[in-house]
């Protein structure tokens, strides 16, 4: 019983951590229709920055700062690498975002040389709490909840601002909402902005978890976000979060599996997964059944 | 009748280029011993860039001729190295590679079974050796091809960026799969296979002494079999029909293309060949592991496809042996650092101040002619930046010519690396359709005739 609910934790953990990167992918894709590889990237790269600054700036200074710096990180990626593509086929887009999360990569491993990097202990989030006899982190608990103040917020910020209005319009439709007045690149800007926030507090999250970021640390929990995010129907934020919550507690079930060699099955188990719901249904849990045009 | 004449004399021209490239391989190996070692740097270029260039070009036939973006190639490599590996290690010496399993549960190896027929020294051992390596590399393009089979099922019937995530969780699924501890006695779990022949194997020895370096002839030899089957495919019936299809599913289905059966062809048919790259590739790094096998590779080969031009065979080719170079050999220098004297920072000094500038006009010209041609309006913004960035960077060199410092700055081990990736980026925003665009080099040469013809 305790081995279950302490799976049933770290699984709701990870999921909320996977939910805020899937979050990313979900809104990019239903607005640019494009697989921003780039975006576990962003996540590394958001774990590195609080590495280096809360070496030697005090937390409360760090960790803004990260929030603001992965933002414009993001902001930049969009102007740089994707906007002169816009009138592009998709394929060179995505190139592009591959080309990113490559250089990406290979910056963290010239900065880094290459070494894992140890990552702070957070105050209160790393300490840990008896629940049900097991030892927790605290950030197993807040997780969930967090999760759940930012998509409510997201929500908010979508179904009842302006900006959210012309979000929704430019997802719906490119260049009608271009011709109703939308400014689609300021629309197109901002959904990076929010991505790349939620990259940043998912990375703070995500990697309280473990010891230590590798240059390649972005690359799984990106694409497994990414599966969320089509698990749940991609462009849906609700089915989003849902699909990660999912994959985050199924992979930690997995992992717990009594046979040899499950901890080896765990990537294999999500990808798995993927194909399945591709496979079956292709629109994911929530996603608009979308009809192509001759 | 003109067509066919034509044909006939790229067929002609094509066999011509490929006997004398085969004939230079060899010959710069053994030729020159004292300027070019086998050990030269140069050999590895050529042997990676010829496995690379068949992955390269079995990516482009379906990515660029077929239009299915697959990002599956990793996988297909991983099952044809493994397959290479576990059909040619030696018997004698399986106990030391598997022994964390207590040997392996496949007691023979490909090259002995003909040796048996052969014999297994002298003339016979070669036969049997050749032998052996020829049936492995086919069986493992067999063996990837009836994966690709499967795959296919069911995700050939997804679009575009679906299919590309698709087979991509596919290739990460098998790598899982391959180091699972259960199949230890076949694949040897986590741990890498060796002790196969690799491509030195094919080096003729007389008394312990090389006599005839073949270790970079024998890749080459494979690449370009493999890449003439793959354009003869694409100059045929099916090509055509892979091309149609590419061009619009809708309308080829109405001109009567089966779909679903030439999307499968020509996936199994790309996967074939990439398994054939996977043996070779193992063969290149004499040892076969999964952990190798990641997406970041096929990333590295869709680059290498980006960079040459979607389409284009030749260009692939091109691409691939430039991207090995450079990431080999030509930027090594950027991995170390270099210590100047007085003079050479002076030469360094002013060679970067006039890159510097000399980028910064060339750049500031384009945008000028670009706004002058859309009447865009934010091009102050972006001179401003160009004006901005040049200045800062020329302030930089001052401040260095000025500072005592000797060593060149940012220089140390990866810089290649970014630097590597920050040419990529500017090839895959600028230029968009790579170095050949969807032309061949023929092409180029059939303009000129062709103008000359006009005069």
Same mark, same amino acid.
């Given at each position: 019983? %305790? ?54 700036? &005090?937390? @409360? ?58 990552? &702070? ?53 490119? %260049? ?33 978890? @473990? ?26 934020? &609700? ?11 199924? %992979? ?43 | ?21 085969? *004939? ?44 299915? !973006?697959? /990002? ?60 052996? *390596? ?12 009836? !994966? ?25 699924? /098998? ?96 996967? !074939? ?31 290498? $496809? ?10 692939? *080719? ?33 060679? !970067?101040?006039? $890159? *510097? $500038? ?68 500017? $090839? ?28």
């Amino acid at each position: 019983m %305790e081995f279950a609910i302490s799976i049933l934790l770290s699984g709701i953990s990870v999921g909320g951590q996977y939910a805020l990167i899937a979050i990313g992918y979900t809104l990019v894709y239903g607005i640019l229709r494009l697989i921003n590889f780039a975006h576990g990237g962003v996540f590394m790269v958001a774990g590195l920055m609080l590495i280096y600054l809360s070496a030697s700036l &005090p937390l @409360y200074v760090a960790l803004p700062l990260v929030l603001v710096l992965t933002v414009v990180l993001g902001f930049l990626i969009e102007r740089v690498a994707y906007k002169p593509l816009r009138t592009a086929p998709r394929m060179s887009v995505m190139i592009s975002a591959i080309g990113v999360s490559y250089l990406l990569q290979n910056t963290a491993t010239y900065v880094t040389g290459g070494q894992p990097m140890n990552y &702070p202990t957070l105050p209160f989030l790393s300490e840990s709490i008896p629940i049900a006899g097991t030892l927790t982190k605290w950030v197993t608990i807040i997780t969930p909840f967090l999760v759940l103040v930012l998509v409510v917020a997201l929500t908010q910020l979508i179904n009842h601002t302006k900006t959210g209005m012309a979000m929704r319009a430019v997802a719906k439709d490119f %260049e009608t909402s271009q011709l109703m007045g939308i400014k689609i690149n300021n629309v197109i800007s901002m959904t990076f902005i929010v991505g790349s926030f939620l990259a940043a507090v998912g990375s703070m999250l995500y990697f309280t978890n @473990y010891p230590y970021i590798t240059p390649t640390a972005g690359a799984m929990p990106g694409l497994k976000a990414f599966v969320a995010a089509v698990f749940g129907g991609i462009g849906s934020i &609700p089915g989003a979060v849902i699909g990660a919550f999912l994959i985050g507690i199924c %992979e930690n079930i997995v992992k717990a599996l009594p046979f040899d060699g499950a901890t080896t099955f765990v990537d294999a188990f999500t990808f798995a997964l993927l194909i399945i719901i591709l496979a079956v249904k292709p629109t994911g849990l929530f996603g608009e059944k979308a009809t192509d045009k001759v | 009748m003109m067509q066919e004449k034509r044909s006939k004399k790229g067929a002609l021209a094509g066999l011509l280029i490929a006997a004398v490239l085969l *004939v230079l391989v060899v010959v710069l190996e053994n030729a020159f011993p004292k300027v070019l070692p086998p050990t030269h740097i140069l050999f590895t270029v050529l042997k990676k860039g010829a496995v690379y260039s068949l992955a390269a070009v079995s990516l482009n036939l379906l990515n660029g001729f077929t239009g299915l !973006f697959s /990002l599956g190639q990793a996988g297909f490599m991983l099952l044809g190295a493994y397959t290479y590996a576990i059909l040619t290690v030696p018997t004698g010496v399986r106990d030391t590679v598997y022994y964390l399993y207590g040997g392996s549960a496949i007691k023979f190896s490909l090259q002995e079974v003909f040796g048996a027929v052969f014999g297994s020294s002298g003339v016979g051992g070669a036969v049997s050796l050749v032998l052996g *390596v020829l049936l492995a590399l086919i069986l493992a393009g067999c063996v990837a091809a009836f !994966f690709a089979w499967l795959i296919g099922l069911p995700v050939l019937r997804l679009k575009s960026d679906y299919l590309a995530i698709a087979t991509l969780g596919f290739a990460e699924i /098998l790598r899982a799969i391959f180091q699972w501890q259960a199949l230890g006695p076949i694949t040897n779990g986590a741990n890498m296979i060796k002790s196969f022949p690799t491509f030195s194997a094919f080096n003729i020895k007389s008394g312990g002494k090389v006599v005839l370096y073949l270790s970079t002839f024998v890749p080459f030899l494979v690449a370009i079999l493999c890449i003439a089957i793959i354009i003869l495919l694409i100059n045929s019936s099916y090509g055509r029909a892979f091309k149609a299809i590419r061009e619009d599913e809708i309308a080829a289905e109405a001109m009567g293309i089966n779909l679903a059966r030439h999307k499968m062809l020509s996936f199994c048919i790309s996967a !074939f060949f990439a398994g054939v790259a996977g043996a070779l590739f193992a063969m290149f790094a004499n040892n076969a592991q999964a952990m190798v096998y990641t997406s970041a590779m096929t990333y590295e080969i869709l680059l290498i $496809v980006v960079i040459g031009g979607i389409g284009s065979i030749t260009g692939s *080719v091109i691409a691939t042996f430039l991207y090995v170079a450079c990431s080999e050999w030509w930027l090594r220098f950027l991995d170390n650092g270099v210590t100047l004297n007085s003079q050479s920072k002076m030469a360094f000094n002013l060679g !970067f101040a006039l $890159v *510097v $500038v000399l980028l910064a006009a060339l750049i500031l010209m384009y945008q000028r002619r670009k706004a002058r041609r859309t009447e865009s309006q934010n091009r102050s913004f972006a001179s401003v930046a160009v004006i901005l960035a040049a200045s800062a960077l020329l302030l930089w060199d001052i401040w260095f010519a000025i500072s005592p410092q000797m060593q060149l700055p940012l220089l140390r081990n990866g810089f290649r690396m970014v630097v590597f990736s920050i040419v990529i980026m500017i $090839v895959v925003l600028f230029f968009r359709r790579g170095l050949m665009g969807d032309r061949e080099l023929t092409d180029l040469f059939k303009r000129q005739n062709k103008k000359e013809a006009v005069k």
